[in-house]
C-alpha cells in the first residue's frame, strides 16, 4: 500500500495545489503506513507535513 501512496502523492504533486486538503491527505496516509511498519520518524516526517498543510489552510471542518 505504501508504494501506491506514494505514487498518489507523486501523481497529486502534478495536478493539485500545494496546500490542497488532498495533499494533506497523501501526506497523511504515507505517515501511517509508515508508522504501522514501524518506521517511526519517517512517519512523523508525512505527517508534520500534513499537519503544516492543514494549518496554513485554516479549513473550517479541520479545527487544529
Avoid: C, V, W
Avoid at 507523486?10 to 509508515?34: C, V
Wanted: hydrophobic share 30%; no cysteine; net charge positive.
Amino acid at each position: 500500500f505504501l508504494e501506491y501512496s506514494k505514487e498518489a502523492l507523486e501523481i497529486g504533486r502534478q495536478s493539485l495545489l500545494p496546500n490542497s486538503p488532498e495533499s494533506a491527505k497523501l501526506y497523511g496516509n504515507i505517515g501511517l503506513e509508515y508508522y504501522n511498519t514501524g518506521n517511526y520518524p519517517k512517519a512523523m516526517e508525512f505527517d508534520k507535513k500534513a499537519l503544516e498543510i492543514q494549518k496554513s489552510r485554516s479549513h473550517p471542518i479541520i479545527r487544529i
